[in-house]
């Protein structure tokens, strides 16, 4: 419903802004802007002193907690974010794109009960089959070291019972930077080379069983082995990145590097180390998925849009704070902010928290396929998805002519944000990495606000310690003022937006989304 508002788009932008001429970063066009208008000087005011950040965090990732595709807790966050939204009389929905294989986590635990007793830290994988009621004890092995796959398939009988062990046992648990503070040089140069010599050979221990590293636990399983044992670390203390089992019957597990170090040397030294394990899990069927969409309809121009955008979507070793519940926070911040102080704007103003970018950016490019008019009229479109950090990178994706737009909206961002941002114009397509992509293969402009990197890849990524207590609130507070001001800016634009591509440039090709994922085989 339109109404009245003494904060209406056009009074706002003919009263206090003025028009500035001969802008840095910016082209022979010119228009009414200043970083001390009253939308935004409201916009910061609000961040800094009100902010809805550490409430909504709390909500999302310790009520609800990880949000993987064709689960119960992915559909509870769609429904919470649709109804946060409508409190801040935001009209929101979720729009479904396709369907996924339901699975649900439950209990699970790990002990060492011979040679001694001792609850390991370990981590059912997503979508690991679950063990009912039954609890599971028999002796751990490694994978061993064979001549060839003929050697691997006559071996394959002696894996039955036992739990198995499918990865390399990391030579230290120490990261690299701690190494490089602490160590002698000769020191840490020999344990680099020990570590890169056993890397390669595992590999090829892998490769000669005839093999991957995805076929094999099925392989094993079919062999009646009692599960599959692996580590994934994530060269940090304390931290493994937790992805999917592909196994169907038995239970695939996460050891961390310290418990798994602990077996692997048991074993190699003549012992036969025995665990308990019980894990539970239930398989759910066929399950929709959802984008949840929200919206602030234009007035002017209410065909064009302005995307914010963030994936929903997590793994679930830990509570997908960083990945991406900081980029999903900073854009349902932003709309509370466009909506309290610029209510009618004079483009549509669209948010899009995606479902399934983790498997390959599905949701997002299912709603590039649904909805070709809002791709063919999008003024540009905002993404954040790489941490907590506050935004310190922004690449024109390619667009010959985004340094002349980016640059006119950043300057109205206020100088202590926009002062640590690094542009990079023309820059490179992207070709995926995050939702953003879907929409430059589409040649439609979307751009990646790049983070600081808060040791993202290693302890946070994927890992089992993305949680509350790694988000940077400041960084957030910077990133929402930030998100919310250039849609209000790219909103307000009285120029369409160019797609024209750089010459000389290769652009990327649009890749079609699953919308069946792990079903009919898959």
Not at 226 to 243: M, P, Q, R
Not at 321 to 333: F, P, R, S, V
């Amino acid at each position: 419903m339109k109404t009245t508002n003494h904060y209406s788009a056009r009074s706002i932008w003919k009263k206090t802004l003025p028009l500035v001429l001969g802008v840095t970063l910016c082209s022979n066009i010119s228009f009414a802007q200043t970083s001390k208008s009253e939308v935004i000087d409201a916009i910061v005011k609000e961040e800094n002193s009100n902010s809805q950040l550490e409430k909504l965090a709390h909500e999302l990732f310790d009520e609800i907690g990880p949000r993987l595709v064709g689960t119960p807790q992915m559909k509870q966050a769609n429904d919470w974010a649709v109804d946060k939204y409508k409190s801040w009389d935001i009209q929101a929905h979720n729009e479904k794109w396709g369907e996924w294989r339901g699975w649900e986590r439950g209990v699970s635990h790990i002990d060492m009960v011979s040679p001694r007793v001792r609850t390991l830290e370990a981590t059912q994988l997503a979508w690991s089959p679950g063990m009912g009621k039954k609890t599971v004890t028999a002796e751990v092995i490694i994978l061993p070291d064979l001549a060839d796959s003929a050697a691997y398939a006559a071996w394959m009988p002696s894996a039955k019972g036992k739990f198995v062990m499918i990865s390399m046992n990391q030579p230290t648990g120490r990261p690299d930077y701690n190494w490089q503070e602490f160590a002698l040089k000769e020191s840490f140069d020999k344990m680099k080379a020990e570590r890169t010599a056993m890397t390669d050979a595992w590999k090829k221990r892998i490769a000669k069983t005839g093999y991957t590293t995805k076929t094999l636990p099925v392989a094993l399983e079919n062999a009646g082995a009692a599960g599959i044992l692996t580590n994934t670390w994530s060269a940090g203390f304390g931290v493994d990145k937790i992805f999917s089992a592909y196994t169907k019957k038995v239970p695939t597990v996460d050891v961390a590097l310290e418990d798994y170090g602990l077996l692997y040397r048991l074993i190699e030294s003549g012992g036969k180390p025995m665990i308990s394990m019980h894990t539970e899990s239930k398989e759910l069927g066929v399950v929709s998925t959802f984008n949840t969409i929200a919206e602030i309809k234009g007035t002017e121009k209410p065909d064009e849009y302005v995307m914010l955008s963030a994936h929903f979507d997590s793994w679930d070793g830990g509570t997908g704070a960083t990945d991406n519940g900081t980029g999903t926070l900073t854009m349902m911040e932003a709309m509370r902010l466009l909506k309290k102080f610029y209510p009618h704007p004079k483009r549509t103003i669209l948010v899009g928290h995606w479902g399934s970018e983790e498997e390959g950016l599905n949701g997002s490019r299912a709603f590039v396929e649904d909805h070709p008019e809002i791709v063919k009229n999008l003024q540009a479109l905002f993404n954040q998805d790489n941490g907590t950090g506050r935004v310190v990178n922004l690449s024109g994706q390619g667009f010959a002519d985004a340094k002349t737009y980016l640059g006119r909206w950043l300057e109205a961002v206020p100088d202590t944000i926009k002062n640590r941002i690094k542009t990079n114009f023309p820059g490179q397509p992207g070709g995926g990495g995050s939702d953003f992509a879907s929409f430059v293969a589409a040649g439609a402009p979307g751009f990646s606000l790049g983070s600081l990197n808060w040791s993202y890849f290693n302890y946070t990524w994927h890992t089992n310690r993305d949680t509350y207590d790694k988000v940077i609130f400041d960084d957030l507070r910077n990133n929402a003022m930030l998100a919310a001001i250039m849609a209000y800016m790219a909103s307000e634009d009285p120029e369409k937006t160019s797609t024209v591509k750089t010459e000389g440039i290769k652009w990327p090709v649009p890749v079609k989304a699953i919308r069946r994922g792990g079903l009919d085989g898959k």
